[in-house]
């Protein structure tokens, strides 16, 4: 089976830029997560979705990013424009999305982007 | 916000060595999570724990959910190399797989 696919795996791109990650999850994965991770830090949560609906966007900084999952799989994260502070590995997660403690989320291999 | 501190941050250990990490939290959780993430890679389950107290094996790796809710940690015995990376706990707040919180990781390195 596989993996949580993310697309492009390195993205280098000037600031004021716009920038742009995609995300395939896991095929019946109804929830899907994007997760920004800092050098030396673990993942922090931007947003989750259930199917198309997003559930919590409360860390995603709303005035520059966006995210969309049209039909409830792919979702695309975008910055516009780019920071300089927003360098860093972008990780793209999903699950089945049961509301039992036993859900797991499963990553992808991130996107590491730097903006220079 | 909830915050997890986990340490050591870094350990440099011999092969064949136990390591011993932990995870504590001034906030209670009802699930903690152990990751490993290597280089260029998403970080990959290890461990779930589900109930205070309880104790859970994976192979060479041991870990606890502590008492209090507010703690855990993660044990390797027998160290080989593949061994080396980041470990990451987190906890989860809410149901099912509404939020993690992570730690900010363990860097282990071995020598061999």
């Known amino acids: 089976e596989a993996g949580v696919v993310q697309s492009p795996r390195y993205k280098i791109i000037e600031k004021k830029q716009p920038v742009a990650f995609w995300c395939n999850p896991i095929?019946?994965?109804?929830?899907l997560y994007w997760y920004r991770q800092n050098l030396g830090q673990g993942p922090e949560l931007l947003i989750r979705y259930e199917n198309e609906e997003a559930v919590d966007d409360s860390q995603l900084p709303k005035d520059r990013f966006s995210a969309e999952r049209l039909k409830g799989v792919d979702s695309t994260l975008k910055i516009q424009p780019a920071e300089l502070g927003d360098s860093a590995v972008y990780l793209c997660?999903?699950?089945?999305?049961?509301?039992?403690?036993?859900?797991?989320?499963?990553f992808g291999p991130g996107t590491r982007l730097t903006v220079l | 916000g909830q915050q997890l501190n986990q340490s050591p941050q870094s350990m440099f250990i011999q092969e064949g060595e136990d390591v011993s990490m932990n995870c504590t939290s001034s906030?209670?959780?009802?699930?903690w999570l152990w990751y490993k993430q290597d280089p260029g890679e998403g970080p990959v389950l290890l461990i779930a724990?589900?109930?205070?107290?309880e104790l859970t094996s994976n192979g060479r790796l041991t870990a606890q959910f502590g008492i209090t809710r507010k703690d855990s940690f993660l044990n390797i015995s027998a160290s080989i190399p593949s061994d080396v990376g980041i470990y990451f706990c987190a906890g989860r707040i809410g149901q099912g797989a509404q939020k993690l919180v992570f730690g900010q990781g363990t860097r282990l390195t071995i020598n061999p």
């Open positions: 906030s209670i959780f009802n699930t």
């Open positions: 724990l589900y109930k205070a107290g």
């Open positions: 095929s019946g994965h109804n929830t």
């Open positions: 997660a999903s699950s089945l999305g049961q509301l039992f403690d036993t859900d797991t989320q499963y």
